[in-house]
């Protein structure tokens, strides 16, 4: 990074990404799972992300081969404090799902609400920062 001449501060906030999106892991999950069978794939997923979803009133009474095929759409994504998910009248086209940490609803520049581990946001909305 530093043959590109980026600032300290890029650089630190770049080391802070991976740090964050392998907490130390050294091989790539997603490719990993890839190479599994799909009944495999799929009881893996529902292991990690049932209960990321199932606060969701679209998920709650929904047939559980729907819940499956969705959940294997989900992708894990790491933002950083600071970080805009989403602005204010954008028409989002991703549904977020927090896994860990704390997200900020901002209304007008002002915090509205904050959105903590379980909580869901998506689509047409208020800027929501990390």
């Known amino acids: 990074m530093s043959f590109h001449k980026l600032p300290a501060d ?5 080391h802070d990404y ?16 890839e190479e599994l069978n799909e009944p ?3 009881e893996i997923v529902n292991f990690n ?15 559980p081969n729907f819940v499956t095929a969705m959940l294997t759409k989900l992708r ?3 933002f950083q404090p600071g970080d805009y998910i ?9 549904m977020y799902f927090i896994q860990h940490g704390v997200v900020s ?3 007008k520049g002002s ?4 959105l903590m581990d379980g909580s869901y946001f998506g689509g047409c909305c208020s800027s929501v920062a990390i």
């Open 10 to 14: 890029f650089r630190q906030k770049i």
């Open 18 to 33: 991976y740090e964050h999106r392998y907490q130390g892991k050294m091989f790539d999950e997603e490719s990993i799972l």
């Open 40 to 42: 495999l794939r799929e």
């Open 49 to 63: 992300c049932r209960k990321l979803v199932a606060s969701m009133p679209l998920f709650a009474n929904a047939d």
């Open 76 to 78: 894990f994504e790491v």
């Open 86 to 94: 989403i602005r204010e009248g954008t028409i989002g086209k991703k």
């Open 105 to 107: 609803v901002l209304t």
């Open 111 to 114: 915090i509205g609400m904050k």
